[in-house]
Nanobody, 122 residues
Framework: QVQLVESGGGLVQPGGSLRLSCAAS????????MGWYRQAPGKQRELVATISTSGSTAYADSVKGRFTISRDNAKNTAYLQMNSLKPEDTAVYYC????????????????WGQGTQVTVSS
């Protein structure tokens, strides 16, 4: 069983920055693909960014050039650096561990954190 704990959310003015952290328990983090999602009130959860075990990254068009996903396997932690924040970035942000690699195979799982609120407002 894996537990994911997000932190770093809060209230920030437009144009400001925040860094979210996702701390993972267990021993599979370094062999896992990680993702950040967000859900705004009244909207569906959407993918924000992903990072693979090799460090390859992908971003939603709406955050390209402003957000950066990274990972520190020694700390079992994934990060989302968010710059030039806009009011439309307001949402609950969730960390996700979707699959991990073991013994030559990928195993699909679906672990989620509890979410952290990000509010962008003046």
């Amino acid at each position: 069983q894996v537990q994911l704990v997000e932190s770093g959310g809060g209230l920030v003015q437009p144009g400001g920055s925040l860094r979210l952290s996702c701390a993972a328990s267990g021993s599979i983090f370094s062999r896992s693909d990680m993702g950040w999602y967000r859900q705004a009130p009244g909207k569906q959860r959407e993918l924000v960014a992903t990072i693979s075990t090799s460090g390859s990254t992908a971003y939603a068009d709406s955050v390209k050039g402003r957000f950066t996903i990274s990972r520190d396997n020694a700390k079992n932690t994934a990060y989302l650096q968010m710059n030039s924040l806009k009011p439309e970035d307001t949402a609950v942000y969730y960390c996700n561990l979707a699959r991990y690699y073991s013994g030559g195979y990928y195993f699909n799982v679906d672990y989620w954190g509890q979410g952290t609120q990000v509010t962008v407002s003046s």
